[in-house]
């Protein structure tokens, strides 16, 4: 996956996307990765996944990113692991 590309195409679209790794979290080895994607696309609401892995985060935040926004962005699916 190159996070660098998504981000950009995320960007384009109109999605503030931020992607965070909490030390106390990693720490006790929670989820210690978040992902928060945000914007006019989505209206009033975001889009926020806390999960254990980078790769797995991603997915699941990118995942509920398509159900919100009903499918239209089928093209997600290419950065998805």
Do not use: Q
Not at 2 to 12: C, F, G, K, N, S
Not at 31 to 39: A, D, E
Not at 51 to 74: F, K, P, T, Y
């Amino acid at each position: 996956m190159d996070i660098e590309e998504l981000w950009i195409r995320l960007a384009e679209a109109g999605v503030t996307a931020m992607l965070k790794i909490d030390h106390e979290r990693f720490a006790e080895r929670g989820r210690s990765w978040t992902i928060l994607l945000s914007g006019p696309p989505l209206g009033d609401g975001y889009v926020r996944a806390e999960e254990a892995s980078l790769d797995r985060c991603v997915a699941v935040g990118l995942s509920r990113l398509r159900e919100r926004a009903n499918d239209e962005w089928g093209w997600v699916s290419e950065y998805m692991p």
